[in-house]
C-alpha cells in the first residue's frame, strides 16, 4: 500500500499560471508601493498620501485622518493594480529590461497626476504641489512600474523560454 501511494515530499507542485503570478505581483506591488507612499507622506517628502487620494478625496470624516484610512487605502491600492497588472500583461509583457516598465510607470503618473486629478478633487493640481511632492511621487511610481513590469515581464519571458528548450 505504501508504494501505491505518493508520499506527499515526492510531489510535484501544480505549476501557477502566468496571469496568477501576474495578479499576485499587481496585488503585492500595490500594497508594498502604497506603504512606500504612505511612509513618505509620514515623514513630510510628500504631502500626497494614499489616503488622501483614495479615500479624504471623497470623505470628510474624522477617522480618515488617522492610520485606518491609510490602511484601508493602501489595501484598496493593492486591489486597484490588480487591474495595472493586468493591463501590462496585456499590452507589455514581451518587453525586455526596465525601460518599459520605468516608462510604463511615469506613464501611470502622468495618468494619475494630469488625466485623473479630476476626480482626486483633495489633491492640488500639479502647479501647485510643491517640488519634493512631485519628485517623490514620480520616483515612487517610477519604482512601482519597474517593478510590477519587470516582474511580470520576467516570469513571461521565463514561462516561455522554459516551455521552447
Not at 510628500?46 to 485606518?68: C, E, H, Q
Not at 518599459?100 to 492640488?124: C, D, E, K, Q, T
Not at 510643491?130 to 511580470?152: A, R
Amino acid at each position: 500500500m505504501v508504494a501505491k501511494k505518493q508520499l506527499e515530499q515526492n510531489k510535484r507542485e501544480q505549476p501557477t499560471s502566468i496571469i496568477t503570478k501576474s495578479l499576485m505581483t499587481g496585488f503585492v506591488g500595490g500594497v508594498f508601493w502604497g506603504f512606500m507612499g504612505w511612509f513618505a507622506s509620514y515623514f513630510n517628502f510628500t504631502s500626497v498620501s494614499p489616503a488622501s487620494f483614495i479615500i479624504r478625496s471623497w470623505l470628510n470624516k474624522d477617522w480618515t485622518s488617522g492610520w485606518l484610512a491609510e490602511l484601508i487605502a493602501i489595501i484598496l491600492i493593492g486591489v486597484l493594480s490588480l487591474a495595472v497588472a493586468i493591463i501590462y500583461y496585456l499590452l507589455l509583457k514581451k518587453l525586455r529590461g526596465l525601460w518599459p516598465s520605468a516608462i510604463f510607470g511615469i506613464a501611470l503618473w502622468g495618468i494619475v497626476f494630469y488625466v485623473l486629478l479630476p476626480i482626486f478633487p483633495n489633491i492640488s493640481s500639479l502647479n501647485q504641489l510643491n517640488g519634493d511632492t512631485i519628485v517623490t511621487t514620480l520616483c515612487l511610481f517610477l519604482l512601482y512600474g519597474i517593478f510590477i513590469g519587470y516582474s511580470i515581464s520576467y516570469d513571461y519571458l521565463d514561462t516561455v523560454t522554459k516551455k521552447i528548450f
